[in-house]
């Protein structure tokens, strides 16, 4: 029997949900390995990531470090093999640069979150308030090009962007940092993800720490 795949990460993290989902998707089973404190600057506790970043799969091989590479070593172990569109097989333009936003909001999100909810910075310092700005631009870009992105996208059972699409909708309000309402096609999106098994078994949650 080999050894299950490790995955470092948190519950409440939208990269790591990623990861899960494709795992989920792919029937690949894993063990969970919250990281309790995201104030840790000890490599250690991110599975050995030099970034500081999680999540990290730890394989018998090596560990992965980011949600991408992830998921590509989680295809690589489907028990149920998906036909999956990454993002060398986006067809145009319009869809790579949806990708490419997709990004920008998650790493926006990372930014307003640890910095306003963690470290406690004033919101107001043009640092957020410009991640803000571009966050919401490029929400109101994603939300009058979707449904022409994914019409041309072709035949699949997942993809790249549509799952970290989702996952971005569904934590910018688990986070409560920008309302999702607004972008109608968004939640509209959102909505109809969300009603997969495998978004239903990787809701966000906050770890909690073990007693003992
Ligand atoms: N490019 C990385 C980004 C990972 C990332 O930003 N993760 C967040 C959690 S969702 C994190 O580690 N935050 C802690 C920090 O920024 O210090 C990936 O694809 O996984």
Redesign the pocket.
Known sequence: MPEQPRLV??SS????RLARLFAEELGVAYAFAPVHD?ASRDPAD?AGNPA????VLVLPEGPV??????CRALQARASRPQRIVWTEQLPDLRARNAQELVWLG??A??QLV?GMQVARLPGENVYFAKAADGFRNALAWLDANLEAVLHALPPHDLSLLEASLFCLLEHMEFRDTLPVAPYRHLAAFAATWRERPAAARTAYAFDVAAAD
């Open positions: 990460g948190r993290s939208h990269f790591t995201l991110y500081l970043k999680l999540p470090f980011g949600a991408e590479n992830i998650m790493n999100q990372v640890f």
